[in-house]
Structure formats: structure tokens, C-alpha cells
């Protein structure tokens, strides 16, 4: 990537710390980095360190003379081949949706040819006032792409979309875009689940696993990538959004089910979350209380629905391909092969979570992909984004759309 260049437009969000990372994860890939930052994004974030992480000069003024000499901001503007701007605040993107250009930041967003990348970051009730959402789609109209914001704890003490997404989803986003793949799976659409299920036992408790998403968000990243059109279905996990995807989030198995039912019609469906398959009979909506002598209550669990198994046998909408997991202890090509048959599922990835795998929770993952018509393939101890980007070569081939 050495011969690639961005420029970081950093307005004036409390987020803007996050840049400094970004900065650094884009030196590390040897993507060149021109920092541009606002007046009010100079309040909370050092130039200094910009200037430092970048290895370059930090733009602020739009009238210096000794710039406009060494480097024009015309020039500034062209020599990059994206743009990204992050955090974009609700101020940013109103000035970017309205063409105004009063500072060196806005001027450069005007009179630049390349891409445009921009990340909203602000408080909830900022991003879902008509004005920002009017703004907003009025820069993806112009061919501005938008990414995020995430939703979660805001440092106002808010809940809520309005977080910056994290570098690194940030950084996968710059990367795809400065180094396009193959896109095989463009035009298709993709369903995946991803998490655990959290299933409720009075309105403060929960039975839950220790599923953490990460593999189930790093196929959905590589369906992006590879060009699909990805409705990920996630129960409550820790980590960022990935890049490129439509994200549903849900609690409950029930709720998983029916938000896969409404993305549906899909051509492939990967059922990676970790469904609970039990959860209590009653929830009462009172909080169950610990009383002085009583016996401690007694769960009664009922089934619940088998996500995996409806879609496979979806009456009028099945996916052409439909992909499970099996997460098993011990036995595993025997479980995982009984499970694929049980479902009605095409391809059935199956994964050791013994204690002491560290699978669980962990980065990476030694799978076997059993897909019925040949030997099961052996992906021993690799990055879980890895297992992601195979799963989806062999999906692409799968479809006869070569290899992601
Ligand atoms: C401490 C602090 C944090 C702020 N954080 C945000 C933010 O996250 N998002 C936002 O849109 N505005 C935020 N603002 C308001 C912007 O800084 C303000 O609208 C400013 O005019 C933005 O200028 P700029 O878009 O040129 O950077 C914050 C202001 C302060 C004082």
C-alpha cells in the first residue's frame, strides 16, 4: 500500500482521540497519511500527535501563505486517493451536504475528485435530528459514503447510535476501498447470524453463553467484502459493527428468528450465532425475589425455535445455500455430520469448543467444513477473519462465482 494515500479530514468530535489510532494502524500498513484538521478538532486532539503518528505535516489554515506556496490546497485536495472524514460531526456534514467551504477542511471536501469516506460521530439525539438525517441523505445521494455511526455508551452518558465506529472497522472500510478485491458475490444477497442469545428470566436476568461474535462478524465482513449485500442478525455482543453490512440487533432466539425471516429472500444464509436452545417457560414481569425461607425458584425450560433448521427447510424462501455451525465438544465429525442431516442444512462448519480450546470468546478457530459431497476440509488453528475469508471463497465457487 506504500503508494496509497489519505487524507484524514478530523473534525471537532470527542472522538477525534480515536484518529490517532487509525493514523498509526494505516502507517503500519504503509497507507501515507495527510492529516486536516478543523478548528474545533485542534480543542481535542494534538496536531502534534497527528504530526507524529503521520510522519507529516498537519494541515489547519486555508490562508497561509507559506502553504498555499509549498502546497496548494487544490493540490492538497487531489493528491489523495480517498478522503475520509472522521469523526464527521453533525456541523461537518451539514457544511459538506450544502456545498459551503469556510475553512481548509470544507474547502478541500469541495474541490476534491477523490472518494469521500465519512464517519458521523455525535451525540444520538444530534444524529436523529431531521436536519443530520436530511444532511446525510443528501451525501449519499452525492456519492458520499457513510459509515456507521455504532451504536452504544456515548461520553455525554447518552445511549444510542452516535459512536464513531472503532479504527479498526474504520481501517478495514479505507482498506477495501484504496485496494478493491474481486467482488464475486456482487448482487447477491446474505444472511448471517452472529453472538449468543440472551433469553430472559424476569426482567433483570438471563441465561446467556459465552459465544462473542467474532466469528459470525468476520463472515459477514467477508461477504461485504466479496461484494454481497449482508444483513447480519447479531444477538448482544462486545465488538465493533463490521464495515458494509446491515445489522439487526436482536436479544432473544425468538427475535433472531424473526428478524432472519424478515431479510429473507436471501441466497445465503450462515447461521454462526450460538442460539440458546432452551429458555424459562415464564418470565414473569416482576423481578423474581429472593426471599427469607423460600426455596430457591425452579427454571422450567421450554425449546426454542431452531433457527438453522427453519431456514433450511424454509416452505417458500430456503436459501440456495444454507450454512450451519456446530459448536461441539468432542466427536466432532460425527456430531457435525448427524447435525447437518438433522437440520437439513447444506454445509455445516463445525468447531472444537472444549475448555482449553480458547474458541470461545478467543481469535482464532480450527473448523472442519463439511459440505456432504466430499471429505471434510481441516482449517487448523487460523485467525477467525481467515476461516471468514475461506468460507467465502468456497461460497463463491458454491454460487459459480469463481473464488473471494
Ligand atoms: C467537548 C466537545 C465535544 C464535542 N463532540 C462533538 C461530537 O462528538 N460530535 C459533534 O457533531 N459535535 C461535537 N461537538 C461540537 C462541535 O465541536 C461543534 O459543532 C463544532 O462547531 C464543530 O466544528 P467542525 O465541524 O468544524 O469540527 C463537541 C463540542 C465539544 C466542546
Given at each position: 500500500m506504500s503508494d496509497k494515500r489519505v487524507l484524514l479530514i478530523v473534525a471537532g468530535g470527542i472522538a477525534a482521540y480515536k484518529c490517532l489510532e487509525l493514523v498509526r494502524r494505516l502507517r503500519e500498513r504503509d497507507v501515507r497519511v495527510r492529516c486536516v484538521v478543523t478548528r474545533a478538532a485542534k480543542e481535542l486532539v494534538s496536531p502534534l500527535a497527528l504530526a507524529a503518528l503521520s510522519g507529516e505535516k498537519v494541515h489547519d489554515a486555508l490562508f497561509s501563505l507559506t502553504e498555499e506556496a509549498e502546497m496548494g490546497h487544490i493540490r492538497l485536495a487531489r493528491e489523495a486517493d480517498l478522503v475520509v472524514v472522521a469523526p464527521a460531526t453533525a456541523d461537518i456534514l451539514a457544511k459538506m451536504a450544502n456545498g459551503l467551504a469556510d475553512d481548509l477542511a470544507t474547502t478541500l471536501l469541495l474541490a476534491t475528485d477523490k472518494p469521500v469516506l465519512a464517519a458521523p460521530a455525535m451525540n444520538p439525539v444530534m444524529w436523529a435530528h431531521p436536519a443530520t438525517q436530511r444532511n446525510v441523505a443528501r451525501l449519499r445521494e452525492d456519492g458520499v459514503e457513510i459509515l456507521g455511526p455504532a451504536e452504544g455508551d456515548m461520553a455525554c452518558g447518552e445511549h444510542g447510535p452516535g459512536r464513531l465506529v472503532e479504527p479498526e472497522a474504520l481501517l478495514e472500510a479505507i482498506l477495501a476501498r484504496l485496494e478493491p478485491g474481486p467482488r464475486p458475490l456482487a448482487g447477491i444477497r446474505a444472511l448471517v447470524t452472529s453472538g449468543p442469545t440472551w433469553e430472559a428470566i424476569d426482567p433483570v436476568r438471563y441465561i446467556a453463553n459465552r459465544s462473542s461474535g467474532r466469528q459470525g462478524h468476520a463472515i459477514a465482513a467477508a461477504l461485504a467484502r466479496a461484494g454481497a449485500e449482508v444483513v447480519l442478525v447479531s444477538g448482544p455482543v462486545a465488538i465493533p459493527d463490521p464495515p458494509g453490512v446491515?445489522?439487526?440487533?436482536?436479544?432473544?432466539?425468538?427475535?433472531?428468528?424473526?428478524?432472519?425471516?424478515?431479510?429473507?429472500?436471501?441466497?445465503?444464509?450462515?447461521?454462526?450465532?450460538?442460539?440458546?436452545?432452551?429458555?424459562?417457560?415464564?418470565?414473569?414481569?416482576?423481578?423474581?425475589?429472593?426471599?427469607?425461607?423460600?426455596?430457591?425458584?425452579?427454571?422450567?425450560?421450554?425449546?426454542?425455535?431452531?433457527?438453522?433448521?427453519?431456514?433450511?427447510?424454509?416452505?417458500?424462501?430456503?436459501?440456495?445455500?444454507?450454512?450451519?455451525?456446530?459448536?461441539?465438544?468432542?466427536?466432532?465429525?460425527?456430531?457435525?455430520?448427524?447435525?447437518?442431516?438433522?437440520?437439513?442444512?447444506?454445509?455445516?462448519?463445525?468447531?472444537?469448543?472444549?475448555?482449553?480450546?480458547?474458541?470461545?470468546?478467543?481469535?482464532?478457530?480450527?473448523?472442519?467444513?463439511?459440505?456432504?459431497?466430499?471429505?471434510?476440509?481441516?482449517w487448523e488453528d487460523l485467525p477467525k477473519e481467515e476461516v471468514a475469508r475461506r468460507l467465502v471463497a468456497a461460497i463463491a465457487t458454491a454460487l459459480g462465482r469463481g473464488s473471494a
Open positions: 446491515r445489522i439487526v440487533r436482536v436479544e432473544s432466539a425468538s427475535e433472531m428468528l424473526a428478524a432472519c425471516e424478515a431479510a429473507l429472500p436471501v441466497e445465503v444464509a450462515v447461521c454462526a450465532a450460538a442460539v440458546a436452545d432452551w429458555r424459562p417457560e415464564r418470565v414473569p414481569s416482576e423481578k423474581i425475589k429472593k426471599e427469607e425461607g423460600h426455596a430457591p425458584p425452579v427454571l422450567r425450560l421450554v425449546e426454542n425455535p431452531d433457527i438453522l433448521a427453519r431456514l433450511a427447510r424454509h416452505p417458500s424462501a430456503r436459501p440456495r445455500l444454507v450454512v450451519g455451525f456446530a459448536a461441539e465438544t468432542g466427536e466432532l465429525e460425527a456430531k457435525a455430520r448427524a447435525k447437518r442431516a438433522k437440520k437439513g442444512c447444506d454445509w455445516i462448519l463445525a468447531n472444537d469448543v472444549s475448555p482449553g480450546t480458547g474458541v470461545f470468546g478467543g481469535a482464532r478457530n480450527t473448523v472442519l467444513l463439511i459440505t456432504g459431497e466430499e471429505p471434510a476440509r481441516r
